[in-house]
């Protein structure tokens, strides 16, 4: 059977495009709470009951040896935690500055900060949490447009009054930021939702968790081909293709469906035999 005869269900794990063949896809779910099992393979993530049936869940990026969603999540959110602080060192610097008299030479830019460089190319992965971001825009810039105000006061003789506005701006609009980076955090726990393919390969079912599905679709004709070169040293006997999407033509790695299952039943074969 020709490649191009099946349509192929194409999913994200973090940036990158993978696919499976539908033909052995039963269904995709919302990953439901799973039930853990002891075994040493770290690509298990436990059973969940489908309907009455007890089914193995496998969890794709660790088979890929990516970070878990789960790591990858608190890592975003340790960041955003650092890059809060950042603001709160930046304002203090700020007053210090005023004070003594001396030159401020942190930046004023909001696009130029650690922040502002992380805000203006993150993709959030839902509406809910891209729909927050948007609220830093705002106060972010008024923040950093505070450093040239404040100086400029100072240039004018107006200290005193420079520290007042900063210290009104350390309780109004930093404290604003400050509110809205602990809502960020929160949404990013509470709108992590992974997805589960079940699949179906010669009478054994499993589930595998992945970022999000993409499409179903036939990939490009004729774009299907091993991989070759320094990547094929690379290569892991769970991918060995890759194919092109028909639209955008975004690179999918495809996924060998008999590999997720010979790993499986190494790891715990009486679960997936059950």
Do not use: P
């Given at each position: 059977m020709n490649e191009n005869d099946v349509p192929w269900v194409t999913f994200r794990l973090g940036?990158?495009?993978?696919?499976i063949e539908s033909s052995y896809v039963m269904e995709m779910l919302v990953l439901p709470d799973l039930s853990h099992l002891p075994t040493p393979a770290d690509y298990i993530r436990g059973v969940m009951n489908l309907r009455g049936t007890v089914i193995?869940?496998?969890?794709?990026r660790r088979r890929?040896?990516?970070?878990?969603v789960a790591q990858d999540v608190e890592a975003l959110v340790e960041l955003l935690g650092k890059r809060e602080q950042d603001h709160l060192n930046w304002i203090t610097e700020l007053e210090n500055s005023v004070k003594e008299g001396r030159?401020?030479?942190l930046t004023t830019n909001p696009h130029a900060c650690a922040f502002g460089k992380w805000?203006?190319?993150y993709k959030a992965s839902n509406v809910i949490l891209e729909n927050h971001l948007k609220k830093f825009d705002a106060p972010h810039k008024r923040i950093h447009s505070l450093g040239i105000e404040a100086v400029e006061m100072v240039k004018k003789g107006q200290r005193e009054d420079a520290l007042k506005l900063i210290e009104r701006e350390r309780k109004g609009t930093l404290g604003l930021l400050a509110g809205l980076f602990a809502e960020a955090?929160?949404?990013?726990?509470?709108?992590?939702?992974?997805?589960?393919?079940?699949?179906?390969?010669?009478?054994?079912?499993?589930?595998?968790?992945?970022d999000a599905i993409e499409s179903v679709e036939h990939l490009k004709?004729?774009?299907?081909?091993?991989?070759?070169?320094?990547?094929?040293?690379?290569?892991?006997?769970?991918?060995?293709m890759t194919g092109k999407t028909q639209k955008g033509e975004k690179i999918v790695m495809l996924v060998n469906t008999g590999e997720v299952f010979k790993d499986t039943v190494a790891a715990l074969p009486e679960a997936v035999n059950a």
């Open positions: 940036e990158r495009f993978f696919g193995l869940v496998v969890d794709l890929m040896n990516m970070h878990s030159e401020f030479k805000y203006d190319t955090k929160k949404l990013l726990r509470e709108t992590l939702r992974e997805i589960v393919i079940v699949l179906n390969y010669e009478g054994r079912t499993v589930g595998v968790t992945v004709e004729g774009s299907i081909e091993e991989i070759h070169g320094l990547a094929a040293q690379l290569k892991d006997g769970l991918v060995s």
